[in-house]
Nanobody, 120 residues
Framework: QVRLAESGGGLVQAGGSLRLSCTAS????????MGWYRQTPGKQRELVAA???????NCTDSVKGRVTISRDNAKNTVHLQMNSLKPEDTAVYYC??????????????WGKGTLVTVSS
């Protein structure tokens, strides 16, 4: 079993910054893509940013230039640095990882979510 521990959410004023972190632990042989998604009530969960095991990144257009995703492979941790936050960034942010077990099986895991609230 794999567990994801998310941290870093909270309340921030517009224009401020937050750093989200997610650490995976448990039965892990390797981790492929790690990413952050967000969801607001009544809307589908959407990708914010993702990073592959070799460091290739992508992010949604609405956050380009404002977020940086990075990972520490030795610690099975992914970080999302968010700057110049806007009220429309308010959402529950979820960590998603693709984990490969020692048996060679891959599975997707989601964190429980961390709330980011940006006040105007």
């Amino acid at each position: 079993q794999v567990r994801l521990a998310e941290s870093g959410g909270g309340l921030v004023q517009a224009g401020g910054s937050l750093r989200l972190s997610c650490t995976a632990s448990g039965s892990i042989f390797s981790i492929n893509t790690m990413g952050w998604y967000r969801q607001t009530p009544g809307k589908q969960r959407e990708l914010v940013a993702a990073i592959t095991s070799n460091g290739r990144t992508n992010c949604t257009d609405s956050v380009k230039g404002r977020v940086t995703i990075s990972r520490d492979n030795a610690k099975n941790t992914v970080h999302l640095q968010m700057n110049s936050l806007k009220p429309e960034d308010t959402a529950v942010y979820y960590c998603k990882t693709e984990v490969r077990s020692r048996a060679g099986l891959s599975a997707i895991y989601w964190g429980k979510g961390t709330l980011v609230t940006v006040s105007s």
